[in-house]
């Protein structure tokens, strides 16, 4: 049981009911997809004010079927999947409303983020040297694959997709599947001698640049030539970017299903199963049956625990707090005894801004607008600390001249009123957050952008820390913003802004202490800011490993 009050602002109450009824179901917004919970209590002191949360509580839609929930009402979808998966004798997700008069307060906080310190985060380093072992990062424009081999890194893979834009899960799927194989192949390849013709297959497959179809071609051969009639993997850690509990994906309201969600033509729920039961699908490529899986911001944490675990740096044994900044702003908390709490933690959609009334108007897959583009909500991280918010401050804070140089390399178009970075025939929001950080450090006007987004990453931390106390006062960032060091920098100014009481590590190769991250670090093509939650994906499989022993 977690109790918490309801406080609206004076400045708020003097506001049109509207507005007060925003600012409520926000508050509780916030906490459900932080914390998560299996019901909802909300106690009254007076008849107004209880007729207040009635109409507040009609905006999260309970009794409305799961296809039909718009807005606020998206959190209770996620909320009844996790309770199917964890407590599914508790039944659905409920919010009651109980009458007013003495209210039985519960200020304090029951749900503790404060552990004792166990050897976890140094011990999934060990015993990796007789395995084989996968790590994915499952990104929102690419996968991030490495396999380790006796301890060592062996083979990186970087696979480009969209699968927000993926209509059927078999796209989503199938890519992952083929990845996994296609590092199973490699390591058939250690043990015996190949063709020529399969070496070069390989080859090709394993380039960033390389497509499906020239995967598929390289495991065809590999098939034919007998290579992958058993598994050569003995375990695969990966993270996806979705809730994640107890290894099993049951959120489903996340940008990379939209597609799935709009697609009319198939059941949603039916389509989401298999991408809930995605573990058993991996199992049998592997020769344990150990998969380990994780939302990508408790990846993240966990990583860089680990890593300074083995620096002998003492910060773990308080817990570990991290960030993944990209497409979108993804949020993983390790516990000091090496734990992941079963919590939503999507930060993503913590409801900053109940204001934004100008751009309420706007088609969420504008790049000016400030609504979510999963659940039309206005004010939450994913447009204002994320890609898609560098896009956005871009547009507000540039210059000119700086806009129109995006304009004519095609970055930005404008179609129909609605303002975009083009996604076909060729995805570039990658290139154009890699062309905006180069011109940071040239141009105060893009430096800006990255400023306001560092503002903002603090502002989560704040909102975070109301909710649930974690103490902890570092965030650990991780993905494409930090790989330049200039725009690192920019965020930590931005942060600093707003409070100096919080402090933000960039991993890169200066966190590099483990045997894998260091040959990740030692890698000339790809970084530690890149694939460095695909190295703590390998420590989570070793941890599964370590558990089944």
Not at 136 to 147: C, Q, S, V
Not at 293 to 300: F, L, S, V
Not at 428 to 434: C, D, H, M, S, V
Not at 480 to 496: P, Q
Request: aromatic share 6%; charged share 25%; with cysteine.
């Amino acid at each position: 049981t977690h109790g918490f009050d309801l406080v609206v602002p004076r400045g708020v109450i003097d506001h049109p009911r509207e507005l007060t009824k925003r600012y409520l179901a926000a508050e509780i917004y916030n906490r459900l997809a932080s914390l998560g919970g299996t019901r909802l209590h909300l106690h009254a002191t007076d008849q107004s004010t209880l007729d207040l949360l009635a109409e507040v509580i009609e905006l999260f839609q309970i009794g409305r079927s799961r296809e039909s929930r718009t807005g606020y009402g998206r959190i209770v979808n996620m909320l009844d999947r996790m309770l199917t998966a964890l407590h599914p004798e508790s039944g659905p997700f409920s919010i009651e409303l109980l009458s007013s008069g003495v209210v039985d307060q519960q200020s304090e906080h029951p749900v503790s983020f404060r552990t004792k310190p166990t050897e976890v985060f140094a011990r999934v380093t060990t015993g990796l040297d007789d395995l084989s072992v996968c790590g994915m990062d499952i990104g929102g424009t690419d996968i991030k694959a490495i396999l380790a081999v006796d301890g060592r890194i062996v083979a990186l893979k970087e696979y480009d997709w969209n699968p927000g834009a993926y209509a059927e899960v078999e796209k989503i799927i199938d890519p992952m599947i083929g990845v996994v194989r296609l590092m199973s192949l490699v390591r058939e390849l250690m043990t015996r001698s190949g063709s020529e013709q399969l070496a070069a297959a390989v080859e090709l497959a394993l380039r960033p640049e390389s497509s499906m179809e020239e995967i598929e071609a390289a495991l065809r051969l590999g098939e034919e030539s007998g290579y992958l009639n058993e598994p050569a993997i003995d375990a695969i850690g990966l993270c996806f970017p979705d809730v994640v509990v107890r290894n099993r994906i049951v959120g489903g309201e996340v940008p990379k299903t939209r597609a799935m969600r709009l697609n009319t033509g198939r059941d949603f729920e039916e389509q989401f199963e298999q991408l809930t039961t995605l573990n058993a699908r991996l199992e049998t490529l592997t020769r344990t049956g150990v998969v380990m899986n994780t939302n990508d911001g408790p990846m993240a944490a966990f990583t860089a625990a680990v890593e300074l675990a083995a620096a002998g740096d003492t910060t773990a044994q308080q817990g570990v707090f991290a960030h993944t900044l990209g497409t979108d702003l993804g949020s993983g908390l390790a516990l000091a005894d090496g734990t992941i709490p079963e919590i939503p933690l999507e930060l993503y959609n913590l409801i900053l801004d109940v204001g934004s009334d100008g751009d309420r108007a706007l088609d969420p897959a504008d790049l000016r607008s400030i609504a979510n583009t999963n659940t039309g909500l206005s004010g939450t991280p994913q447009k204002i600390a994320s890609q898609a918010a560098a896009f956005r401050f871009f547009d507000r804070l540039a210059s000119a001249e700086m806009r129109q140089a995006a304009a004519d390399a095609g970055y930005v178009r404008e179609t129909n009123g609605v303002r975009a970075v083009p996604e076909e025939p060729k995805d570039l929001r990658k290139p154009f957050l890699a062309w905006l950080m180069e011109r940071a450090s040239e141009d105060e006007s893009v430096a800006d952008v990255f400023r306001a987004i560092g503002e903002v990453v603090a502002i989560v931390s704040e909102e975070t820390e109301r909710i649930m106390d974690t103490g902890l006062t570092r965030r650990y960032l991780f993905g494409r913003f930090v790989k330049v060091s200039r725009a690192f920098e920019l965020l930590s100014e931005g942060a600093s802004k707003r409070t100096s009481g919080l402090q933000l590590v960039a991993v890169n190769e200066d966190v590099a202490h483990t045997k894998l991250m260091k040959d990740l670090a030692a890698n000339e093509e790809y970084t530690v800011a890149q694939f460095g939650q695909a190295v703590g994906a390998i420590y989570l499989a070793n941890l599964g490993l370590q558990q089944r022993r």
